[in-house]
């Protein structure tokens, strides 16, 4: 008994101690706190441009997650609310780089956030969350969330920007128009489309100014839907704005399509400027106009009543040609084979196109 007791307590301390080698070589998976606090680990936060920032400025949030391990997955970014701040991803992808720091091999991820501050103030962006996945070697693989260090800046308003309701803020901003025929020699009914198209850098579409145009009694315009388009090339943010609005002539008269001045805070030079386009000068037929009703009809032009009188003699040299040649025929099958045109005669005297387009429809309105 006592041999067999003795054989038992050694095969329990055998199996003890090859339990503790076990267990000695393969430890607990470090946390990615651990990872961070031991120096495998780490995120960093910076804000570009530095110096005076002015609303609407574009501002890049770099964040940079670097390891002397590898990452073995991807990294999802969330972005945080703030109000008076527009944080966008505009970059669905990081930038992968490597570097050597002593003689240690690290892995980077490179991401970035634009930032839009919308009015002056102190801001402070909080912790951007990152949720990582990280290989730790033969404790496999680690994953969870880093969170970067908060970031503070100021936006200030220039004193140059005090009276403006309305700039852009950017290092190139343009506007243009061109028509798509010539204005000269139009005529009541003819029509016209203009094009204005605002371009920049640094900016989102969405931020570009409008064109509205004015109410102009004898020319009417009908404004299409803005087409923006924003693009970006490594890290360069571009963005247009392209604005169609349609113009019906509805009366002789001169006519001024009025101009207009876009501001444009110049990020590069820190100075406003402003950007104006000319004002249109529009001569439709003899340049007087016609008179307008308080029911919007327009009184008959000298050539509308030309060929009404024409056709009204016309008719009547038909109908007495008609009653010698024919007279048998009765005078009501006349009056019906006259109608027709008689009606063509009066359609002379309408509008050549209706007060709105699309009746029924949201152009125009």
Request: charged share 20%.
């Amino acid at each position: 008994m006592t041999r067999c007791a003795g054989h038992s307590a050694l095969r329990a301390l055998l199996l003890a101690l090859l339990l503790a080698a076990a267990g000695a070589g393969h430890g607990a998976a470090p946390t990615l706190r651990e990872l961070l606090d031991s120096g495998h680990l780490e995120l960093q936060a910076e804000l570009t441009p530095a110096g005076t920032l002015v609303p609407g400025q574009k501002l890049t949030l770099g964040l940079t997650i670097a390891t002397d391990r590898w990452f073995s997955g991807g990294t999802r970014i969330s972005l945080p609310e703030v109000p008076g701040l527009v944080i966008l991803q505009t970059e669905q992808f990081a930038t992968n780089a490597s570097e050597l720091r002593g003689e240690q091999s690290w892995v980077l991820q490179h991401w970035t956030l634009d930032v839009y501050p919308q009015r002056a103030g102190e801001f402070t962006i909080p912790p951007v969350s990152a949720r990582v996945k990280v290989n730790a070697g033969d404790a496999g693989d680690v994953e969870g969330a880093l969170a970067s260090p908060p970031v503070t800046f100021t936006v200030t308003l220039p004193a140059a920007l005090a009276g403006v309701e309305q700039w852009v803020a950017a290092p190139e901003f343009s506007v243009s128009q061109r028509f798509d025929r010539s204005l000269e020699g139009l005529q009541v009914g003819d029509a016209f489309e203009r094009e204005i198209v605002f371009e920049a850098s640094d900016v989102m579409a969405m931020m570009l100014p409008a064109l509205t145009p004015r109410d102009i009694p004898g020319l009417a315009a009908y404004p299409a839907p803005p087409v923006l388009d924003n693009s970006n090339n490594r890290g360069q943010t571009r963005a247009s704005r392209r604005q169609r609005i349609s113009y019906v002539v509805e009366a002789e008269g001169n006519y001024r399509l009025p101009a207009a001045d876009f501001f444009w805070w110049d990020t590069g030079r820190g100075e406003l400027q402003v950007l104006s386009l000319p004002a249109t000068d529009i001569t439709v037929g003899s340049g007087v106009g016609a008179a307008t009703t308080a029911t919007g009809s327009r009184a008959v032009t000298p050539r509308q009543m030309l060929l009404a009188t024409a056709g009204l003699v016309l008719l009547a040299i038909l109908f007495r040609l008609a009653r010698r040649l024919l007279p048998e025929v009765p005078l009501a099958r006349w009056a019906s084979a006259l109608a027709w045109p008689w009606r063509k005669i009066q359609q002379l005297r309408r509008p050549a196109l209706p007060e709105r387009l699309n009746p029924g429809g949201s152009a125009g309105e």
